[in-house]
């Protein structure tokens, strides 16, 4: 996800600190980053080949890929959502445990706790029915299959409820 909204500005904070190989979807990155990392690797999250060759060498993963709906009241993208964010989440957590990834982290949606008046903690029950909610599932869905690799295998894994991205 590093062509992402998100993913280029991560970028941009680590690049410099760190070796990056970038994954990259159809929008690439700008010269001005992709010439700071050390590979790019040009595919789709859902692709288990472009994402074996991302993983070669790589000893931390950034997962900050997600598929985004137009429309987030449209039934129709529940199963792409579910595809991108939930089941391709559970793959590339898969195979970064099965090449001996040390650090992994999902940007999971910080959106998906219920309504309340103040503040979410990370106590608060998560219930993503009321607004975009199969993007929010598709998202909890991948958090959860992170999760139970983490308690299950060890898997060194953690998930971010990321929420309200905006801005540079």
Request: charge should be positive; include cysteine.
């Given at each position: ?36 990392c050390v590979r ?46 939930a089941i391709a ?79 540079p």
């Open positions: 996800g590093a062509s992402g909204f998100l993913g280029r500005h991560a970028l941009a904070a680590r690049v410099d600190r760190y070796d990056v190989v970038a994954m990259v979807g159809r929008r690439g990155l700008p010269d001005s980053l992709a010439g700071r790019l690797v040009a595919g789709d999250i859902r692709d288990a080949s472009a994402v074996r060759d991302a993983l070669t060498g790589v000893t931390a993963v950034c997962h900050l890929a997600a598929r985004v709906p137009a429309r987030h009241d449209d039934p129709l993208e529940a199963e792409p959502c579910v595809r991108a964010n989440t559970l793959d590339l957590a898969r195979l970064s445990n099965a090449v001996g990834v040390r650090r992994f982290v999902y940007a999971a949606a910080g959106t998906v706790y219920a309504a309340s008046e103040g503040p979410a903690r990370e106590t608060d029950a998560v219930y993503p029915a009321e607004r975009a909610t199969y993007y929010l599932a598709s998202k909890l869905l991948g958090e959860m299959y992170v999760e139970h690799l983490r308690q299950a295998c060890g898997f060194p894994a953690v998930s971010l409820r990321i929420s309200s991205i905006y801005g």
